[in-house]
């Protein structure tokens, strides 16, 4: 088994568990709005890693650029930084800063958008843009003669300051979600200092330190090199993707059989062990195969 695939399947296998643990967030009590948030979060990341493997299944690795869909599709798992942060706003209990006030005008109170729908907002208009700018390839060609092609010019400026456009955007984003990770850390770690109930201070403890390492390695594979054009090794960027669905979700994981985290049911709690159990048991046998192939 070459380096390639025993990425390729890792990615895959803790990207399923990933889902599989979300779902089961999910399926326990949908009403619940830290439910819904918990198992987003965990549905985004795990998409992440699936995309991690599919760009390192055999055949992919020596290919210089990804096919389009797989490009746009790479854009949805940043949604898991503004889910991030709005759980880490509403848990253990709703921060005062996600009460949006309503505007009232002659005694009408007018609609205004949530704190949820201000949080992904940046996020949408991201995704689209970068949809809209890969599958849409507009050529103009102008005529040589005429009134017309006195516009020449000014397309072509206009071409230099799109494109200048969109390379500031793509790394002004990059930073925007390091910026929203840090400042979920932030929360996080505020959460656990503000709490006094033991259990609830256990459960904010492991979710907190397990987030904060997931982030510090989903920026060292992804955010930084964005923010300061550099480019991690494919393998490197694989082994810490690796890293942070391991810490991050496995910290949820953790509070959910350790400390009773969002009240699941004991069956749910022993499929989610069982499950990352299995998921570990894959992964070290893979390990072993590949360095018995090795030799």
């Keep these: ?13 803790l990207g399923g568990l990933v889902f599989l643990l979300g779902l089961v967030i999910l399926r326990e009590n949908p009403q619940l709005r830290l ?44 949604f898991f930084f503004p889910t991030l942060f709005a759980f880490a706003s509403v848990f253990p209990e709703e921060r005062a800063f996600t009460q949006v006030p309503h505007p009232v005008i002659a005694g009408r109170r007018l609609w205004a958008p949530g704190f949820t729908t201000l949080v992904f907002a940046p996020y949408v208009f991201h995704f689209v843009l970068m949809v809209l700018i890969t599958m849409w390839k507009p050529h103009l060609t102008l005529p040589t003669q005429g009134p017309l092609h006195l516009l020449s010019p000014l397309l072509q400026v206009a071409g230099v300051f799109g494109g200048l456009f969109l390379v500031f955007h ?25 709490a006094k109930v033991p259990r609830l201070r256990r459960q904010l403890g492991a979710i907190a330190v397990g987030m904060s390492a997931s982030l510090v390695c989903y920026s060292i594979a992804t955010l930084v090199p964005g923010v ?62 590949g360095r018995l192939n090795h030799y």
């Design 1 to 13: 088994m070459n380096s390639h695939l025993a990425l390729s399947t890792l990615n895959l296998g």
């Design 170 to 194: 793509q790394a002004l984003f990059s930073l925007v979600n390091l910026g929203v990770g840090l400042a979920t850390m932030a929360l996080l770690f505020n959460s656990w200092r503000r």
């Design 35 to 78: 439910n819904r948030l918990v198992a987003m979060m965990l549905f985004f990341g795990g998409f992440g890693a699936v995309l991690a493997g599919i760009a390192f299944l055999p055949g992919r690795a020596d290919q210089s650029a990804a096919p389009e869909l797989l490009q746009n599709m790479s854009y949805v798992w940043e």
């Design 228 to 289: 300061f054009n550099f480019r991690v090794p494919d393998a490197w960027r694989a082994v810490l993707t690796i890293l942070a669905l391991t810490l991050g979700p496995g910290s949820i994981a953790y509070s959910i059989v350790r400390y009773k985290f969002l009240d699941l049911k004991l069956l749910a709690r022993r499929g989610i062990l069982y499950a990352l159990a299995s998921g570990l048991l894959v992964g070290v046998y893979l390990l072993v195969v």
